[in-house]
């Protein structure tokens, strides 16, 4: 079984008076790996890698894979600027990494086959595995099927983490067979893992991940009442999670938990007391 299977957490990144929390994120880092999950993703979205400076950036990837141990680090990379994400590559390509997560050039909102140049580029460039990150609200523009098929060709991409909200793509990549399929979008982590998927990555299981877990094994293993089960408990939570913007309500569920400060960077701000509220209720049921 490829290492690109299970529940993987885009990894937070704490603060603490506007600096970066090292000491709570190895906490946070020890207790994800002692609750079973399968790796960790590095300056992903939820990471808020845009706030950070490449120093800030040097130094949370080595926090994580300092304390991950074992378990494997991939490490998110985006940009608009080919030369600039090429330097991110080799760079990365002298780290300890079990590979990285790409996501199309954002706001330029190129070709499709602008896209299958740009990521052949950097896979050629890479010394480790790529997996792809389709996040068309982000970036602006949706790695069709026809370009993830052209691009499972490439000896270096083995992956997706599938943010579409396509079905049918994410149905017809499992079938394909050539790239592991990762849910990115929470919601959708149990249908994908049903389809045969192989994981997810999952901001949602920062928070009770031995739930998130549980429920992944459950699956695997073809008990799947057991799974649907622990699916539904999960539900309200993960729908509360995502109610306001990625990673802060996370970050004040793990605040409720005395994981980490409730502290953000601008732009991103915490979230509202109403929400506050029910993620403390729902933390306490």
């Known amino acids: 079984m490829s290492i690109f299977s ?19 994120l190895a906490a946070l880092i020890r207790g994800q790996a ?9 300056l992903g979205t939820t990471g808020e890698p845009a706030a950070l400076d490449a120093a800030e950036q040097a130094g949370v990837l080595a926090t994580i894979l300092r304390t991950a141990g074992p378990l494997p680090v991939v490490a998110g990379v985006s ?3 080919v030369a600039s994400v090429l330097e991110q590559i080799a760079m990365l390509n002298e780290q300890p990494i079990a590979g990285l997560l790409v996501s199309a050039p954002y706001y330029v909102r190129p070709s499709q086959a602008g896209l299958v140049d740009y ?18 609200q982000r970036t602006g523009v949706r790695i069709e099927l026809p370009t993830l ?10 992956g997706v983490k599938d943010c579409a909200g396509s079905l049918e793509t994410t149905l017809a990549l499992i079938l394909d067979g050539r790239l592991q399929v990762l849910c990115g979008e929470d919601l959708n982590l ?21 739930r998130f877990v549980a429920m992944y094994h459950a699956l695997a293993e073809g008990r799947l009442e057991e799974g649907r089960a622990l699916w539904h408990a999960l539900v309200p939570l993960v729908r509360a999670l995502f109610a306001e913007p ?20 601008a732009p991103m701000t915490p979230v509202s007391p109403a ?6 209720t729902l933390l306490a049921a």
């Open 34 to 42: 002692q609750a079973g999950v399968a790796g960790f993703v590095a």
């Open 275 to 280: 929400l506050q509220r029910q993620l403390e």
């Open 246 to 265: 990625n990673p802060a309500p996370v970050k004040a569920a793990l605040a409720a938990l005395g994981v980490m400060r409730n502290e953000l960077r």
């Open 119 to 136: 990521f052949s580029t950097l896979a050629d460039t890479s010394a480790k595995p790529i997996l792809l990150y389709d996040i068309p």
């Open 190 to 210: 149990f249908g994908t893992l049903c389809m045969g998927g192989s994981g997810g990555i999952a901001a949602s299981a920062h928070v009770q991940p031995e």
């Open 79 to 81: 940009g608009n600027h």
């Open 149 to 158: 098929l052209t691009l499972a060709e490439h000896p270096r991409i083995v």
């Open 6 to 24: 299970g529940i993987w957490i885009p990894v937070v990144t704490p603060f603490a008076h506007g600096a970066v929390d090292h000491e709570a």
